[in-house]
């Protein structure tokens, strides 16, 4: 086929896939921290409040697009803009799964493969932090301008232990293709363990794993890092100014930002699409039988409903995950279901992670967040950087 | 196809040069020097030099230019102030300028050898591992005197800034 | 010249273009922090042709002087803005022009 049709259409899907992950993780994000604080999070806009996401979209492209009088209005209009469009940028090099083959065409599930796929989302992940900083500068207004700059300070301070701890799996796979970094993730020891970055020899990674999500916490301004926002001492920091779809756009970036966090924690540390056992003890089969216990449970409790319109949602997921169970058995869909699957998977736990710290956890204080990063983090990911250079280096003698 | 992207690259990169030159604002300078350093990293990935591009974009674009913006923003400077100008300055700068231009010109037709133009794809020794080949054993000497270099630069900067306490 | 190639020789001309107009900020802004980018604008130059070089000749040297140059740049950064911070903080100024006691 056409490149640049199938191109465009993989650009496609692969942009409505995201931008609906971002809403609902949104979504997610609210209602699992309504139950770690015993609230029940939104629940008026549709079963379970299923539809808040749509109504929160039309919310904001309905509200006035007002610009204060006082702002630098290139950079104020600009800001966002660099924002979504950086933190949008690098999913076009991540792989979601293997190749695949849709009615006789074969296709990667990802858009492109860049020989420098790591270099690349590094580089961009690192362009992200002009979108706050010039939020905070353009708005003209003390708190965004405090938002702005410890937003920069620490971004550069965390890009460091970051980049460090990215370099420590690469060295054992050799490569900064992330499709060559997954392939080279493949099999098990002893047919249970898996050789992921994070448990594979002679260093299993798993220091640099840890200290790479820290890092991408602080780099995504996150609880407990996020600093450039906190809500009690800046009002809501760089943003503060920002109305409507310019808000929109900041919160767009953010979520953006943490779905391609976890992915790259995935790819790089976790072995992106590879299942978690040999398939050979049955790991294919395990989507299907996760489906149909969640749609048995979903029943069970529809049985027994605690609330009035329990009797008919909750049959109603039943009956969408026995569907989604189903698909797996269709031996044309299984190819493509299973990597995306596992891959789904894997990044679904780390955004899980995500949210559970935020319910979790108390903000830092800014010096200590400083002093964290420099004394803390950055020594441990250089020692952690030496043991793995020296142990790769003799093992390939 | 090289050649659409080449001319668009450098002409964003001369507005962005002469648009750091002309603002008097030093935060509209700084994202001018990022614009041109955007589009320095294009033409860079044409010229095969896959791993200097990102590196171009991480070290400068990402570290350097910010770390520019935070002092800017740090000291809050404003605007040049109109103060008084030198005026053959204004006046011989430009041509001053154009004739150096010119010459350098001059010198690239007449002495550079003739040569097929440039076309993505044609060398790729500037990959990641080329880059870390030629590093690692010919210019090993250099690159650790580097890398001492800028821990000295790290401590006359911590030096420098550092508040006193007395 | 086929159709799909670009001359090295606009590379070059290009990074000299770059060149002039560095210069011409180094002389004629005044805040400090705009001399100082000018600078950066000028080794982004030199960089340009070093790496249009290592192509013409083949070789990655050009593309290692490049990144030494780009180390060199980081940590000028680091002690230039260092500088100015402590400038700033003695003088609550910016502009060259009035950092000058040294001349008398």
Redesign the interface.
């Known amino acids: 086929m056409n490149f640049f049709l199938l191109s465009i259409i993989k650009a496609a899907v692969v942009a409505f896939v995201l931008l609906t992950t971002l809403a609902y993780l949104q979504w997610a994000e609210r209602k699992l921290l309504a139950h770690i604080q015993l609230r029940v999070g939104p629940r008026r806009v549709g079963p379970h409040g299923l539809l808040q996401p749509l109504a929160d979209v039309i919310k904001l492209i309905t509200k006035e697009d007002m610009i204060p009088s006082h702002v630098n209005k290139f950079f104020y209009l600009l800001a966002p803009f660099i924002a979504v469009a950086f933190a949008l940028l690098p999913i076009s090099v991540i792989p979601f799964g293997t190749e695949v083959d849709v009615g006789g065409v074969r296709t990667w599930m990802q858009l492109t493969d860049l020989n420098i796929g790591v270099l690349f989302i590094l580089a961009v992940s690192s362009m992200g932090v002009y979108g706050v900083a010039l939020a905070g500068w353009s708005s003209n207004n003390k708190y965004s301008l405090l938002g702005g700059l410890r937003s920069s300070a620490q971004m550069i301070s965390y890009e460091l232990p970051m980049a460090l701890a990215i370099a420590s799996p690469l060295l054992l796979v050799n490569t900064l293709s992330l499709r060559a970094i997954v392939q080279n993730q493949a099999g098990w020891y002893f047919g249970i363990i898996p050789r992921w970055s994070i448990f594979q020899g002679p260093w299993p990674q798993i220091f640099a794993f840890i200290i790479f999500l820290i890092a991408a916490f602080a780099e995504t301004n996150r609880v407990p890092f996020d600093l450039p926002e906190a809500e009690n001492e800046l009002v809501a920091g760089f943003h503060t100014e920002y109305g409507s779809m310019k808000f929109a756009a900041f919160f767009m970036a953010e979520y953006a930002n943490m779905v391609t966090v976890a992915c790259l924690a995935t790819l790089l540390f976790l072995g992106g699409w590879q299942p978690l056992w040999s398939p050979e003890y049955g790991s294919n089969y395990f989507p299907a039988a996760a489906f149909t216990v969640t749609g048995l449970a979903a029943l069970y409790a529809g049985l027994k409903p605690a609330r009035r319109l329990d009797k008919y949602t909750l049959p109603a997921a039943a009956v969408v995950s026995f569907i989604l169970a189903g698909l797996f058995f269709a031996p044309a869909l299984n190819a493509i279901l299973l990597p995306l699957f596992w891959f789904a998977a894997k990044v679904g736990a780390i955004l899980f992670l995500y949210i559970w710290i935020r319910g979790t956890l108390p903000r830092f204080r800014y010096d200590q967040l400083m002093h964290f990063a420099w004394v803390f983090m950055f020594p441990v990911a250089m020692v952690n950087l030496l043991i793995t250079s020296l142990l790769v280096a003799i093992a390939s003698k | ?3 659409i992207i ?1 001319l668009i690259c ?1 002409v964003i ?2 507005a962005c ?2 648009n ?2 002309l ?1 008097k604002h ?1 935060i509209s ?2 994202l001018s ?1 990022v614009g ?2 955007g589009s ?1 990293a294009v ?2 990935l ?4 896959a ?2 591009a990102a ?2 974009i991480i ?2 674009a990402g ?2 230019m910010v ?2 913006i935070f ?2 923003m ?2 809050n ?1 404003g605007a ?1 102030p109109a ?1 008084r100008k030198r005026s053959y ?2 006046l011989f ?2 041509p001053l ?1 154009a004739i ?2 010119l010459l ?2 001059y010198a ?2 007449a002495r ?1 050898p003739r ?5 993505f794809g ?2 790729t ?2 990959s990641p591992e ?2 870390g080949i ?2 690692f054993t ?2 090993l000497l ?1 690159f650790e005197v ?1 890398s001492v ?2 821990l ?3 401590l ?3 030096v ?2 550092h508040k006193e306490i007395r | ?14 990074s ?3 060149f ?6 180094f ?5 400090i ?2 001399v ?3 600078i ?2 000028m080794l ?1 130059a030199v ?2 042709s070093f ?2 070089f ?3 000749l ?4 050009g ?2 002087f ?3 140059v ?10 230039g ?6 400038v ?1 903080k003695n003088r609550q100024t ?2 060259i ?1 009035e950092v000058e006691s040294m001349k008398y």
Not at chain 2, 46 to 49: A, E, I
Not at chain 3, 70 to 79: D, K, L, R, Y
């Open positions: 196809m090289d050649l080449f450098s990169a001369v040069g002469i750091l030159v603002q030093p300078a700084a020097l041109v350093m320095l033409l860079y044409l010229l095969g030099g791993f200097i590196a171009q070290v400068y570290a350097v770390l520019f002092v800017i740090l000291l400077a040049e103060g300055a204004r700068g430009p300028l150096f231009v350098i010109a690239i037709q550079l040569s097929e133009g440039v076309q044609r060398f020794g500037g080329g880059i030629k590093v010919d210019y250099p580097v270099l800028i000295i630069a790290i006359g900067a911590i420098l800034a | 010249m086929q159709a799909n190639s670009v001359p090295l020789s606009w590379y070059l001309l290009l000299a273009i770059l002039a107009l560095g210069v011409a900020g002389i004629w802004r005044r805040n922090i705009t100082f980018m000018s950066e604008l982004n960089n340009l790496v249009a290592s192509y013409q083949r070789q990655a040297d593309h290692i490049s990144l030494f780009m180390v060199v740049a980081a940590a000028e950064a680091a002690v803005l260092a500088i100015i911070l402590t700033f910016l502009e022009d």
